[in-house]
Nanobody
């Protein structure tokens, strides 16, 4: 399995970005998928996850502003990010879960994309 994240960029506070994560290989629809992020000098943190039936989970810091979704027909996961804040600045990673149910723990993900940089200016 290979994951390719894209869609990052530089945006002003209050703006929006849409990240994509394209997965190669079969059985994309059989596993949960998630987004994590890591800012300089900080630990990697959970952002959002979606399980195989489309149920979603969000970190409190992004709830109400970010929307995670998946399109199994094209093996792609998305993260719509609205009302962006400077604190959202980080390298964003997509990841494939070990099982069908989603998790906030990065240990429960086995394949990771290369990361896409999101920078929010104030």
């Amino acid at each position: 399995v290979q994951l390719q994240a894209s869609g990052g960029g530089l945006v002003q506070a209050g703006g929006s970005l849409r990240l994509s994560c394209a997965a190669s290989g079969r059985a994309f629809s059989a596993y949960a998928m998630g987004w994590f992020r890591q800012a300089p000098g900080k630990e990697r943190e959970f952002v959002a996850a979606v399980n195989v039936i489309g149920a979603t989970d969000y970190a409190d810091s992004v709830k109400g502003r970010f929307t995670i979704s998946r399109d199994n027909a094209v093996n792609t996961m998305y993260l719509q990010m609205d009302s962006l804040k400077p604190d959202d600045t980080a390298l964003y990673y997509c990841a494939k879960g070990l099982v069908a149910s989603s998790s906030r723990r990065f240990e429960n993900y086995d394949y990771w994309g290369q990361g896409t940089q999101v920078t929010v200016s104030s």
